[in-house]
């Protein structure tokens, strides 16, 4: 601010730009404030001399009337604040990292948040090296004291459920379609189903919902004994069929078996392709199967279409969640172990899949060592027809692609990223890993309190179910189901199955 003798009653005002003064160096800057009183002084005696010449310098010319106006404001900033407010940090070689703030964890004992240098006193020498207190949940550092207890109310929360809820309420058409369909005594529909347990309860829900698009009494499929694992159980060792029946009453009629009258009939047979419409199957099967009476689908995996009328969709539902309880052997067994799980806190249900089979039918390699991937590569050859994943493909872009399911390594890194707390307490779900417990050491290194069916259930427990890899697969479903947290280390059914049933049940 300048006041002049002619104008006593006007004021003038300067601002000086910001880029002006960010263009200024952070050194230049440093030197003024290392010996304010000096520059104030040789400053102010200047000033002196230069004001009592204004008649003759200053408004002879513009040019030093600006400089003039530009370094009084300049040095009024610096007297007035010291500090200088510049989008840049006051050290720029600082060694900090930054993370969105939803990343930034603080302890009551730390103030400094990450990535940021707090200067508790203005008077600390430049060259004093300032760090700020950063805990990186992600990399699963040293944890400061209390911070155990944030960790876990973010890493435990539990969402809102998105808002849906189930909705199995019938329409008026639906139910008085109910009565006709219900009523047939001609139409008989039997199912194979194959593969692992999840994929053979997919099949089972779109066989009732084919058996009623086509008005017929469902046949309790017939499970096909798996190439892989061997498992010769029926439907009735793993579900419970009573319930099943009494569930559906309203809805299909399922039988034990084919009734006396159709014994010797010749079934017509037919395979659908992928994601049919119920118009699709009305109009190939539906004439054969009213003069023959039964029908026998096979290979029913993703067949129907997932777009299906509401009320053919709800069936799906009510079949897939109330239906399909399983039997109470493994209901109860199932139910133990988890309560072991839960009596000592929240747990996380991590599905594995690093069987030999699954690097085999994926076309991936476990990565372990030369060793095991030579067992991968020579039984793929030798049984080309487990292959499932993409021929066209090596291995690499199937990795790259996302196709190849996570290594004890990467599901580390992964939960580390998750931020899982150290002491987290996990669930592993799946079958023996290719290349044993040793397989899982990088997994177990991070995360010590990792425990298997094996290790929660008590001697002789699970001697019923030896060699019943669908009864086992039951009961990591169950347990998987009850925790408060469920990963996947590959996409796949159960993980399909497990995400819906959170949102559904």
């Known amino acids: 601010m300048a006041k002049s003798k002619n104008n006593a009653n ?12 960010n263009s200024i160096s952070s050194s230049s800057l440093q030197s003024l404030l290392d010996s304010p009183k000096k520059s104030s002084r040789n400053t102010n005696s200047r000033f002196f001399i230069f004001f009592t010449n204004t008649n003759s310098i200053i408004f002879r010319k513009p040019r030093m009337w600006f400089l003039t106006l530009f370094l009084f404001g300049f040095l009024g900033m610096l007297k ?33 948040s990450l990535g940021a240098v707090v200067r508790e006193n203005n008077d600390q020498k430049k060259d004093e090296v300032l760090l700020a207190h950063v805990e990186l949940r992600a990399q699963g550092l040293e944890k400061v004291e209390g911070d155990e207890g944030v960790e876990k109310s973010e890493f435990w929360e539990q969402p809102d459920g998105l808002g849906y809820k189930p909705c199995l309420s019938f329409s008026r058409d639906y139910r008085g379609a109910s009565e006709r369909v219900l009523r047939d005594r001609r139409k008989y529909l039997m199912v194979v189903v194959s593969g692992g347990l999840n994929q053979q309860r997919n099949q089972i829900v779109d066989a009732v919902v084919i058996a009623r698009i086509l008005g017929a009494a469902l046949v309790v499929p017939i499970l096909q004994v798996n190439v892989i694992w061997g498992d010769e159980s029926e439907f009735g060792d793993i579900f419970d069929l009573k319930h099943f029946k009494r569930v559906l009453a309203n809805d299909v009629r399922v039988v034990s078996a084919l009734p006396s009258t159709h014994l010797m009939t010749k079934p017509v047979e037919g395979s659908p392709p992928l994601h049919v419409t119920p118009s699709w199957i009305r109009s190939r099967y539906l004439r054969r199967f ?69 690097w085999v039918r994926t076309g991936c390699l476990p990565g372990l060592s030369p060793e095991f991937d030579e067992i991968v590569n020579s039984e793929r050859v030798q049984r080309p027809e487990l292959l499932t994943a993409r021929s066209n493909m090596t291995y690499h872009e199937r990795k790259m692609a996302g196709l190849c399911p996570l290594n004890a390594v990467e599901v580390t890194r992964l939960l580390k990223g998750l931020g899982a707390p150290k002491n987290a ?22 995360f010590p309190h990792f425990y298997s069916k094996e290790d929660l259930a ?21 347990i998987s189901e009850k925790s408060d947290v469920f990963m996947p280390s590959h996409g796949g059914n159960m993980g399909h199955a497990i995400q819906v049933c959170l949102l559904s049940c």
């Open 458 to 478: 008590l001697p002789g427990e699970l001697q019923p179910f030896a060699n019943k890899a669908s009864i086992m697969a039951a009961i990591d479903y169950i």
């Open 80 to 112: 007035f604040g010291l500090t200088l407010h510049t989008p840049f940090p006051p050290y720029p070689c600082a060694t900090t990292t930054l993370l969105p703030q939803n990343m930034i964890s603080t302890t009551p004992h730390s103030k400094p």
């Open 290 to 358: 009213n003069r023959e009476g039964v029908l026998l689908l096979r290979s029913l995996d993703s067949r129907l279409s997932k777009d299906l009328p509401s009320d053919l969709q709800k069936l799906r539902c009510k079949v897939a969640f109330n239906a399909l309880r399983f039997a109470q052997p493994i209901q109860e067994l199932g139910d133990r172990i988890a309560e072991r799980m839960q009596s000592k806190g929240p747990y996380l249900a991590l599905h594995l899949r690093m069987e030999k089979d699954v």
């Open 10 to 21: 006007k004021l003038s005002y300067i601002s000086v730009p910001s880029q002006i003064i």
């Open 425 to 446: 307490r996990i669930y592993w779900a799946g079958g023996q890993p290719l290349g044993g417990k040793e397989a899982l050491l990088p997994l177990i290194q991070d």
